[in-house]
């Protein structure tokens, strides 16, 4: 690993001025060409259902993609499609990946909508584009013939929303690729930036419990819904620091059965995000605080009752927050590439499956698909292809070229 790894890390970035080998040239022809091709797919691959935890029809699909273009894909456990381009030689080893799962639960109209160069659908840009990024590439790739040294890895990844708490990636760190990784790059972002810090997140159910009653025979009880609205108020007012932003959120409330009955049961779910482990703790501690406090006062409200009142909290998710230097091969060679199509790339901040192996000190980033997008995780989403969008799949395969290196190419 260490041996595969040092020349991710001492490696010069790619030269500016040096002349590409015929193949990548061919293959970067290729991917200008033929950028109808990939927004056929983005389409296609978007108008496949793919909540989290039922991804399983719009994997087969990009699995079937990939062996249409020679390439054997396979299924993991945990659902996430897999398929290994090997290289000549020893060199680095480089996953390309994108997720398959959206935000939209279950029954989700998610038939896509054209007008000019605007695609309207929930999960078109995130991340069907990164899907059908991939699969351009290793289009690309197969048909111009470019061999490398290393082995590139195409990735499309389970559990990235939501709650799926990174279960995808995680499965690919602990079983599928353990100690074979030396750079990640996933395709989840707009336009061309590069996202080498990544905040991470903590997420929480919290549920009150009582017996619940008639609200005029039973007056008099500690009530649920008032202890998690004392607790709500307190949450309201949390302080959280401005750099590194950190934030709070209190995202759904459910409880009660009727106008005219005492709960039995309040609950809510609340998230913080922050590029700081401390600051996150910091918030996780507030929380407890502020949970035994509005139990407290909602039974002294109501100091004859001996009815109970409980919060339990369960544990939703555990984002790790990580960064890669700005000095390492991988962001140096991003930068590089992105520059060598013309393209001036931005840095960025986002939350995505490259927490996981940036918290393990893997090098990963983020990058842009090369086009626009808004109302990301909204019913209006939308991707908007621009005359240069094409180089957003350029940038993936150069990138992923030069980390592994072509075959025959001089060093």
Same mark, same amino acid.
């Given at each position: 690993?260490? &041996? &595969?790894?040092? *020349?991710?890390?001492?490696?010069? *970035?790619?030269?500016?001025?040096?002349?590409?080998?015929a193949p990548i040239q061919s293959a970067l022809q290729q991917l200008e060409r033929d950028n109808g091709w990939l927004l056929e797919r983005q389409v296609a691959l978007c108008e496949i259902p793919a909540p989290s935890f039922q991804e399983g029809p719009r994997g087969r699909a990009f699995a079937a993609e990939l062996a249409a273009l020679g390439l054997t894909a396979r299924v993991d456990a945990v659902g996430n499609v897999i398929a290994e381009r090997r290289g000549r030689g020893d060199g680095a080893t480089v996953v390309?990946?994108?997720?398959? +799962?959206?935000?939209?639960?279950?029954g989700t109209d998610v038939r896509v909508r054209r007008e000019g160069s605007t695609f309207h659908g929930p999960g078109i840009a995130d991340d069907c584009r990164g899907l059908a990024i991939l699969l351009a590439v290793a289009r690309a790739l197969q048909q111009a013939r470019v061999e490398t040294e290393g082995r590139i890895v195409f990735v499309a990844t389970v559990g990235e929303e939501g709650l799926g708490n990174l279960r995808g990636v995680r499965h690919l760190f602990d079983r599928e690729l353990t100690g074979r990784v030396d750079a990640f790059i996933t395709v989840d972002? =707009?336009?061309?930036? @590069?996202?080498? $810090?990544?905040?991470?997140?903590?997420?929480?159910? @919290?549920? %009150?419990?009582?017996?619940?009653?008639?609200?005029?025979? $039973? %007056?008099?009880? *500690?009530?649920?819904?008032?202890?998690?609205?004392?607790?709500?108020?307190?949450? /309201? +007012? %949390? $302080?959280?620091?401005?750099?590194?932003? !950190? !934030?709070?959120? @209190?995202?759904?409330?459910?409880?009660?059965? =009727? @106008?005219?009955?005492?709960?039995?049961?309040? /609950?809510?779910?609340?998230?913080w995000r922050s590029e700081s482990p401390a600051a996150l703790a910091a918030l996780d501690a507030q929380l407890a605080a502020v949970l035994d406090s509005a139990v407290a006062a909602e039974r002294a409200r109501w100091p004859a009752s001996t009815a109970p009142l409980t919060v339990t909290v369960d544990t939703l998710g555990i984002r790790p927050a990580g960064a890669t230097s700005d000095t390492s091969r991988l962001v140096r060679t991003a930068l590089a590439t992105a520059r060598r199509l013309g393209a001036e790339p931005a840095f960025g901040l986002a939350s995505t499956d490259a927490n996981l192996p940036m918290s393990r000190g893997i090098? /990963?980033?983020?990058?842009?698909?090369?086009?626009?997008? !808004?109302? !990301?995780?909204?019913?209006?989403?939308?991707y908007t292809e621009g005359p240069t969008?094409? &180089?957003?799949?350029?940038? /993936?395969l150069l990138l992923v070229t030069e980390l592994a290196g072509v075959a025959g190419a001089r060093p």
């Amino acid at each position: 690993m260490l &041996r &595969r790894l040092l *020349p991710i890390l001492l490696a010069a *970035p790619l030269a500016a001025q040096a002349p590409l080998p015929a193949p990548i040239q061919s293959a970067l022809q290729q991917l200008e060409r033929d950028n109808g091709w990939l927004l056929e797919r983005q389409v296609a691959l978007c108008e496949i259902p793919a909540p989290s935890f039922q991804e399983g029809p719009r994997g087969r699909a990009f699995a079937a993609e990939l062996a249409a273009l020679g390439l054997t894909a396979r299924v993991d456990a945990v659902g996430n499609v897999i398929a290994e381009r090997r290289g000549r030689g020893d060199g680095a080893t480089v996953v390309l990946a994108a997720h398959l +799962d959206t935000v939209f639960p279950e029954g989700t109209d998610v038939r896509v909508r054209r007008e000019g160069s605007t695609f309207h659908g929930p999960g078109i840009a995130d991340d069907c584009r990164g899907l059908a990024i991939l699969l351009a590439v290793a289009r690309a790739l197969q048909q111009a013939r470019v061999e490398t040294e290393g082995r590139i890895v195409f990735v499309a990844t389970v559990g990235e929303e939501g709650l799926g708490n990174l279960r995808g990636v995680r499965h690919l760190f602990d079983r599928e690729l353990t100690g074979r990784v030396d750079a990640f790059i996933t395709v989840d972002v =707009s336009q061309f930036q @590069v996202v080498r $810090q990544a905040p991470g997140s903590h997420r929480y159910a @919290v549920t %009150f419990r009582g017996p619940g009653g008639h609200s005029f025979q $039973q %007056f008099g009880m *500690p009530n649920p819904i008032h202890a998690a609205g004392r607790a709500l108020a307190r949450i /309201a +007012d %949390f $302080q959280v620091p401005a750099t590194p932003k !950190t !934030t709070f959120n @209190v995202g759904t409330i459910v409880g009660g059965r =009727s @106008v005219n009955a005492i709960p039995d049961s309040a /609950a809510f779910t609340v998230e913080w995000r922050s590029e700081s482990p401390a600051a996150l703790a910091a918030l996780d501690a507030q929380l407890a605080a502020v949970l035994d406090s509005a139990v407290a006062a909602e039974r002294a409200r109501w100091p004859a009752s001996t009815a109970p009142l409980t919060v339990t909290v369960d544990t939703l998710g555990i984002r790790p927050a990580g960064a890669t230097s700005d000095t390492s091969r991988l962001v140096r060679t991003a930068l590089a590439t992105a520059r060598r199509l013309g393209a001036e790339p931005a840095f960025g901040l986002a939350s995505t499956d490259a927490n996981l192996p940036m918290s393990r000190g893997i090098p /990963a980033i983020a990058i842009g698909h090369g086009g626009g997008a !808004t109302g !990301t995780h909204s019913l209006g989403e939308t991707y908007t292809e621009g005359p240069t969008s094409f &180089r957003g799949p350029q940038w /993936a395969l150069l990138l992923v070229t030069e980390l592994a290196g072509v075959a025959g190419a001089r060093p």
